[in-house]
């Protein structure tokens, strides 16, 4: 009887185990969700910050995870102003000054329009699955909506954050909430995720709130109006020139 008995709990357990996929797979279900051929997003930034808050509204045409060019259309005082990414490059444009500026080094880390996003955020390869190992660490739910729990550990050294717990909708493979540690384990930024809508097949974040912990304030939450994928955006978009168009 006990020789049954061992082989039957091995089994059990083997079979418990094969319900939980390996992190890296969820970590690419989470890529596959989150990267688009291209796409096309119009929403608002509102800027909770310590004196008070602030919106402005942009829209964004981005490639995959190496292109992007934002427009920021409101307030007045900040339409006009443009970023454009290509790859680990990144400039600004501002029409007050007519100026294109190139950010790099130090520069990466200051704050994008006063939000708590840095340029650093801005730059970062949304495929996560290349920049971290993933480790499933428990399962918990959020928003009502039953996650896997990751543990995600930077692979080299360059990246701006760590390591990271991120919670996985178990479903949709969207990320609901985050927590992003430096190397010393302290919190620096937080984010959760408050609603969500789907777009063709994908799952979005519809308004999402993202907090620096190193700041005071309420954080910076962003509100989608409308998102696009698989769209023609012209070649001329992601260029220079277009920066003072």
């Known amino acids: 009887m006990k020789r049954l008995m061992i082989p039957l709990m091995l089994m059990i357990t083997t079979v418990g185990m094969a319900q939980v996929p390996s992190g890296e797979a969820i970590l690419e279900k989470v ?97 996560l699955l290349r920049l971290y190992e993933a480790e499933v660490v428990g399962e918990e739910t959020f928003m009502e909506r039953p996650c896997w729990v990751l543990k995600l550990t930077a692979k080299e050294t360059d990246v701006a954050y760590h390591s990271r717990d991120i919670w996985v909708d178990k479903e949709r493979y969207l990320a609901l909430k985050e927590n992003r540690y430096a190397k010393s384990g302290k919190l620096l930024k937080t984010t959760e995720v408050k609603s969500v809508i789907k777009e063709g097949d994908r799952w979005v974040g519809e308004r999402v709130v993202f907090k620096d912990e190193l700041k005071s304030g309420d954080g910076t939450e962003f509100l989608i109006e409308s998102v696009t994928y698989d769209i023609d955006i012209p070649e001329y978009i992601f260029s220079k020139a277009a920066l003072r168009k």
């Open 31 to 127: 890529d596959e969700n989150q990267i688009a051929r291209n796409r096309k997003i119009i929403y608002e930034m509102l800027i909770h910050g310590r004196r008070g808050s602030r919106t402005l509204k942009a829209q964004s045409w981005i490639e995959g995870a190496d292109r992007s060019f934002t427009e920021y259309l409101e307030p007045p005082r900040e339409s006009g102003t443009k970023m454009l990414k290509l790859q680990e490059q990144l400039w600004t444009y501002s029409p007050s000054t007519d100026r294109i500026i190139k950010i790099s080094g130090h520069m990466l880390r200051q704050s994008v329009m006063g939000s708590d996003l840095s340029y650093e955020d801005m730059m970062e390869d949304r495929h």
